[in-house]
């Protein structure tokens, strides 16, 4: 009923920036909050950002300062804007969305995820 499809991932150099997308389609009544994680070969996926209907965001205390997140509710899409990347940055990014298909019902939802690569 619902789809999240990202882009955007690729790979950069040290200190360059990437911006992800993640765009939900399907049966949409509202969506609530959104985010955005990360997983990294070998350990636990994470939480990177998030921001709610209203617009407030929570970031990871590793990104705080160098990655802001947003969304355009008219489109129904959540960015991720990743600047001064760092090696420790290489991972797997999730998007996450918390999506009422009806007044009475809500349910989150994953992308299939999109490989982020900080490398020289």
């Known amino acids: 009923q619902v789809q999240l499809v990202e882009s955007g991932g690729g790979l950069v150099q040290p200190g360059g920036s990437l911006r992800l997308s993640c765009a939900a389609s399907?049966?949409?009544?509202?969506?609530?909050?959104m985010g955005w994680y990360r997983q990294a070969p070998g350990k636990e996926r994470e939480l990177v950002a998030s921001?709610?209907?209203?617009?407030?965001?929570n970031f990871a205390y590793s990104v705080k300062g160098r990655f802001s997140i947003f969304r355009d509710n008219t489109k129904n899409t959540l960015y991720l804007q990743m600047n001064s990347l760092k090696p420790e940055d290489t991972a797997v990014y999730y998007c996450?969305?918390?999506?009422?298909?009806?007044?009475?019902?809500?349910?989150?939802?994953w992308g299939q995820g999109t490989q982020v690569t900080v490398s020289s």
């Open positions: 996450n969305a918390n999506i009422s298909s009806t007044l009475y019902s809500r349910r989150d939802y």
């Open positions: 399907g049966i949409i009544f509202s969506i609530n909050n």
């Open positions: 921001i709610t209907s209203g617009g407030r965001t």
